[in-house]
């Protein structure tokens, strides 16, 4: 990871884990899940919308990076990413609730038992690296997640809200460096 596409595939990296476990035990369709906002589902059932991208304050590197023996590479960025996930059932209006509140359990169960993104492949692990991606839920009042969710003309709806975070953004800059090769040292006695 670490590309200028690192914000978009941390966010597919999430609904492939989600498709890869819901489909077909809880949804019968992978193309259910997707990344979408609110307000614009479409035909998505779980929606999964970023909210927020913020500077990792944890995690904030200032030297510059070898690379070969005479070149220099800027440090990379790293970013939390807050995501909204929301469900909208379409089914019988007497069960609707009832299967959105199913899914969001087992979406709970899901992030749960795979709480990290490998750092380099985005591939869902139990086991965390140091800079793997941490998928973690957020306590939010009720208040932050009405203000999240505004969507014109309707109401608030029942949503997850997960960050992940660190995910690397590498800088494209770099320069050359002078190494020191090779050094001569003379010894002389003084008088």
């Not at 819901?22 to 614009?40: K, Y």
């Not at 800027?74 to 469900?87: E, F, G, Q």
């Not at 169960?109 to 793997?132: N, V, W």
């Not at 709806?157 to 800059?173: D, G, Q, W």
Request: proline share 5%.
């Amino acid at each position: 990871m670490g590309r200028s596409t690192s914000i978009a595939d941390a966010g597919m990296a999430i609904v492939k884990l989600l498709r890869r476990e819901l489909v077909p035990d809880t949804l019968q369709n992978p193309d259910a899940i997707g990344l979408c906002s609110p307000a614009d589902r479409g035909d998505y059932i779980v929606g999964i919308h970023l909210y927020d991208i913020r500077e990792s304050e944890e995690l904030r590197v200032n030297t510059m990076i070898a690379r070969g023996a005479e070149e220099l590479q800027y440090p990379p960025s790293y970013v939390n990413l807050y995501y909204m996930i929301t469900v909208t059932s379409t089914g019988d209006i007497k069960f609707r609730s009832s299967e959105e509140h199913k899914i969001l359990g087992r979406i709970i169960q899901i992030l749960s038992d795979y709480p990290c993104l490998d750092r380099e492949t985005l591939e869902p692990t139990a086991l965390r690296k140091q800079l793997d991606v941490e998928i973690s839920m957020q306590n939010l009042t009720l208040e932050d997640k009405m203000r999240i969710y505004s969507v014109p003309n309707a109401g608030y709806k029942l949503s997850l809200f997960y960050r992940a975070a660190p995910v690397e953004i590498e800088s494209t800059k770099s320069r050359k460096a002078a190494r020191v090769m090779d050094i001569d040292f003379g010894l002389e006695e003084k008088r």
